[in-house]
């Protein structure tokens, strides 16, 4: 498999490499034909936080418009999954409002708030803290990208894995306007609209919004309700003003409410009580076969999950003279959430719980830019940010302890409040030092400062209550230095190559899952060094790209999240989650995105990942305690060796002036495992999913109808997992959804 694998990949690079040559070739004769036909689009981006093709920045970086992001048919953020090379973006595990990021085989699965992000999300260049609430519906966005590896000393938060970042439309650029209906089966039925105007000469305003909704994919056979649906209502209004020439802003307030049922995934390993008397209870052993989408719960069915999201964001530019510009970036967020998750996914109550979160979180960046016009550009800022995170949480287990048959009742209780300080000061240089060299270097310094209190109480109608069980305060305090560094060689107008050296860095916290004064802990900060080289083409009429990267990355101190008994002999065992520094990582990887414009209505696209993640050590106590567990990890989770995807469409030209449309696409994912703790059920064995579509476009380009179908084989397929082994066996697995399909109409104005 791994030969055929890689010599798809070979063998798509080198056809892509010799159509680039064939047209490179091409007689001079038929140069200003070649001309007449089209080309690709010239994608900018805003990675290095200033405007430059895709093609000249010496980052690995994917980005998607949204008409892009509409072939993709992508309807939330996660619709990237598989097409960014060695990419994990999928809905996280429980929870229907939190995304799970993993961007070369680092990121955060754990949405629990003393954990941080392992790649930053950003909208309008404003930092989410949580992957609560980052599971984003795209109703109003401009453009999507998608940066491979640390970043740090460009951005407002450091991070070890990468960056998302989405660009909303701008009320000046993107005046007009849309209104779009959707139907489906599932129940879907979506509207969106968006109004964009000038009141003035200088002030622009927007308006977007959208509400979706789908009824639910997984159903309870005892009950016939409904789980794993969509209820959201989300709105955007934008407030640009250019009162200048030198001076500009944009403020914008969102809101996103969402109402949705319980997110149910299925037991893939049996499930047990502990009866004080006669020992274990077998309660349930997985389902033999295929999932067939049927989950019992032990919640009733007005325990769902809903969140409020809302924020506002003042962006402010001045121009400061011909080479010096100033930027600041003001936003406030506040994130509302109330969760019943059923983690054992089972009408038994093993790891039922509700998590209740009210975090408010406010940000402040500074930049100052220099551009000479000529060889030298340069970036200094200054980051901060104070993040709030008090939780309510509950975990009910009345099945989980019997004694001679009868249950033994229990409820934990949890109230905590987290305190998150981030003061960073940043500096980038990119200087052209010769005609075709350019050497880029910056340095960021990042100080975090935390603090956690945690009480909880017992209550049990045998083993009796304790109101706190504990409580405790919890402090500590993280600094770090991440440089980067690239050299950039221009080879000719369409060739240019560099090399880089990265350093990412997470910082540490604590143990928010202590339940006894022994397992009160903090852990320290990540920290990844990568090193890449890359090659990025085009050929001389624009119908061809390509974009190739190598990597190697050092991971060290990886956080991980563990599962074990404490007192297994005791009459009633106790049971802890400590987060280790446990791990050190190396990961290898080679990347290829390419892009060809065949003939004039045809457009193919490819990316392909390859990624060797492996552990060089992991320190694990309980190995050592018991050596039988000695491949608990011998994979990574969520680092697929090969990850790859081939999209072609093509237009037809309608007699009447209208163009119809088809496009498809078919994706492949390698193994993957979905757990620090490799539990075998909690792995997904390789898989292709493939999407059609269909568009017809009006000849004035005001009417538009799409219809299309994702996954069309109706492949089963896990996404996540959870994993609290030591808790009555608990392992589930979450599904991708299955086939489904959908037609829209759109009118634009």
Do not use: C
């Not at 000249?56 to 980005?63: E, I, L, N, R, T």
């Not at 708030?113 to 984003?136: C, E, H, K, W």
């Not at 390698?670 to 792995?683: F, I, K, M, Y």
Request: aromatic content about 12%.
């Amino acid at each position: 498999m791994k030969r055929k694998q890689l010599s798809l990949a070979i063998g798509l690079t080198l056809s892509l490499v010799a159509l680039q040559a064939t047209a490179q070739d091409a007689p001079a004769a038929d140069a200003a034909q070649d001309e007449a036909l089209a080309t690709l689009d010239v994608l900018e981006v805003t990675a290095r936080r200033r405007t430059e093709s895709i093609q000249d920045v010496p980052v690995a970086v994917s980005a998607f418009s949204e008409d892009a992001m509409r072939n993709l048919q992508a309807t939330s953020i996660d619709g990237l999954q598989g097409a960014v090379p060695n990419m994990n973006i999928v809905q996280g595990r429980g929870s229907s409002n939190s995304v799970n990021v993993f961007i070369r085989g680092i990121g955060q699965p754990d949405a629990l708030q003393t954990f941080d992000p392992g790649v930053g999300m950003y909208v309008d260049d404003v930092y989410y803290s949580r992957i609560n609430g980052a599971l984003f519906s795209l109703f109003d966005v401009s453009q999507v990208e998608v940066l491979r590896g640390p970043q740090g000393t460009l951005y407002g938060k450091n991070s070890t894995g990468g960056a998302v970042k989405i660009t909303t439309r701008n009320p000046f650029d993107d005046q007009g306007g849309s209104v779009e209906l959707t139907a489906g089966d599932y129940g879907r039925a979506e509207g969106r609209v968006y109004a964009a105007g000038q009141l003035s000469d200088t002030l622009a305003v927007s308006l977007a919004a959208a509400k979706i909704t789908r009824d639910g994919y997984v159903t309870d056979p005892s009950t016939g309700q409904e789980y794993n649906d969509e209820d959201t209502t989300a709105a955007r209004v934008k407030f640009a003003f250019r009162p200048s020439d030198t001076f500009s802003g944009t403020l914008s307030v969102d809101y996103t409410r969402q109402d949705n049922a319980l997110t149910l995934g299925q037991p893939v390993a049996p499930l047990y009580g502990v009866d004080l008397a006669l020992g274990i209870v077998l309660y349930r052993l997985p389902t033999p076969g295929e999932y067939n989408f049927q989950t019992r719960t032990s919640f009733a069915p007005d325990r769902g999950q809903k969140m409020t999201h809302r924020g506002a964001s003042l962006g402010l530019e001045w121009v400061l003279g011909d080479r010096w510009t100033a930027k600041s970036i003001t936003s406030f967020r506040k994130l509302d959430t109330a969760s019943f998750i059923d983690i054992d996914a089972s009408e038994f109550e093993l790891g039922d719980v509700f998590v209740g979160v009210d975090q408010r979180q406010a940000s402040q960046e500074l930049q100052l830019q220099y551009d000479n016009g000529d060889d030298l550009q340069a970036i200094f800022g200054l980051y901060y940010m104070d993040e709030q995170v008090p939780s309510h949480q509950e975990a009910y287990a009345h099945d989980f302890l019997l004694f001679a048959g009868t249950p033994i009742s229990f409820l934990r209780t949890i109230d905590d409040d987290l305190s998150n300080k981030s003061v960073a000061g940043f500096a980038h240089f990119n200087w052209e030092f010769t005609p075709s060299w350019t050497l880029a270097a910056g340095l960021r310094y990042t100080k975090d400062s935390k603090k956690y209190f945690r009480t909880t109480s017992t209550f049990s109608n045998i083993l009796g209550n304790a109101d706190p069980a504990l409580a405790f305060n919890i402090s500590g305090n993280w600094t770090a230095f991440t440089p980067s560094v690239s050299l950039q060689k221009e080879f000719s107008e369409q060739v240019m190559g560099y090399v880089s050296a990265n350093r990412g860095y997470k910082a540490g916290g604590f143990n928010g899952r202590a339940n006894a004064a022994t397992e009160i802990s903090a852990f320290e900060p990540e920290y990844v060094w990568t090193y890449e080289a890359g090659v990025k083409m085009q050929s001389d009429d624009r119908r061809l790209t390509g974009r190739i990267a190598a990597f190697h990355s050092q991971y060290k101190d990886f956080q991980a999240r563990v599962s074990e008994i404490i007192n297994p002999s005791d009459p009633v065992p106790n049971f802890a989650f400590p987060v280790l520094n446990a791990a050190e990582l190396a990961i290898n990887g080679i990347e290829f995105e390419g892009m060809a414009r065949l003939g004039d209505n045809t457009l193919l696209s490819t990316q392909l990942g390859w990624m060797d993640a492996s552990y060089e050590e992991f320190n694990d106590p309980r190995v050592a305690v018991n050596p039988a567990l000695a491949g608990l990890h011998e994979h990574v989770p969520f680092s697929p060796e090969f990850t790859g995807r081939v999209a072609l469409q093509h237009s037809f030209e309608l007699a009447n002036g209208s163009l119809l449309t088809f496009g498809g696409d078919v994706s492949y994912r390698s193994e993957t495992w979905l757990s620090v703790d490799n539990a075998p059920g909690l792995s997904q064995g390789a898989y292709t999913l493939a999407g059609l579509f269909g568009v017809w476009d009006s000849a004035d380009a005001r009417w538009q109808l799409r219809a299309g179908v994702r996954n069309l084989t109706d492949e089963v397929y896990k996404v996540d997992g959870q994993e609290f082994s030591s808790i009555g066996g608990i392992q589930t697995a979450y599904f991708g959804a299955p086939r489904n399909y959908y037609a829209s109409l759109r009118y634009n104005f």
